[in-house]
């Protein structure tokens, strides 16, 4: 089963907007919310990440918006420019063996911002 | 800087075969990771292993086996290939310890099954 749930799958913005990219989860027990970017041909790579214990991270033009007792967590991106053309991918730590901590990722949203 | 390799880019297999996809990494990494992505589903653990040797299952393993003899090389082997493997496979690394959640991606391999 999918334990996070990421909307939507694919979302057009036109240059300067905001992107939204909201995730939703069902395990409390998760204690890390990363969001990670892929372009194409490229592996995903880290791009922000929150843990529960704050309501907001901010990191230049992305902001993660956590909301604890709604198990939900969304990604904005201010001023959306071409070159954030993207998947996006939110995730969730979702327990360690060994010190491997393993990650469950959301669906993903293909992300488009027109010139 | 930090680098995660995969054998290769594009790789046609026939039904029934026995496939190896490697993977190297050069940070000394403790971790090492293996995810099939397809469309709408996302990532999906396979297999994962903390160390040389050791390897634990994620969520999708079956029909996968993984070896991990040293530890900068994890390999995903898949016994006998079949169409519904036809996916893209991403090789992940990160560090050990409790406060090390970042994983470093290959550019993935993108295998088709026919």
């Known amino acids: 089963q999918q334990q996070v749930k990421q909307s939507p799958q694919s979302l057009i913005v036109q240059k300067g907007g905001i992107s939204i990219i909201n995730c939703a989860y069902e395990?409390?027990?998760?204690?890390?919310f990363p969001w990670y970017q892929q372009f194409p041909g490229k592996g995903p790579a880290l791009l922000i990440a929150?843990?529960?214990?704050?309501s907001e991270k901010k990191e230049g033009r992305f902001t993660i918006s956590f909301n604890k007792s709604a198990k939900q967590f969304s990604l904005h991106i201010m001023d959306s420019q071409p070159g954030d053309s993207a998947t996006y991918f939110c995730?969730?730590?979702?327990?360690?063996?060994?010190?491997?901590?393993?990650?469950?990722f959301g669906q993903g949203t293909r992300l488009t911002i027109n010139p | 800087d930090v680098k995660v390799t995969q054998s290769s880019r594009y790789l046609v297999k026939r039904t029934g075969e026995k496939v190896f996809l490697e993977c190297v990494q050069d940070?000394?990494?403790?971790?090492m990771f293996w995810y099939r992505q397809d469309p709408g589903l996302g990532l999906r653990l396979i297999y994962f292993?903390?160390?040389?040797?050791?390897?634990e299952k994620g969520d999708i393993p079956e029909g996968y086996s993984v070896s991990r003899e040293k530890k900068e090389r994890f390999s995903l082997i898949l016994e006998s290939a079949s169409t519904n493997q036809t996916s893209m496979y991403l090789c992940?690394?990160?560090?050990?310890?409790?406060?090390?959640?970042?994983?470093?991606f290959g550019p993935g391999t993108r295998l088709t099954v026919t």
């Open positions: 992940a690394s990160s560090t050990g310890g409790s406060g090390s959640y970042e994983q470093y």
């Open positions: 395990n409390t027990a998760f204690d890390y």
């Open positions: 929150i843990r529960p214990d704050v």
């Open positions: 995730a969730a730590r979702g327990g360690a063996i060994q010190g491997a901590q393993k990650l469950v």
């Open positions: 940070m000394d990494h403790e971790n």
């Open positions: 292993s903390y160390d040389v040797k050791m390897k």
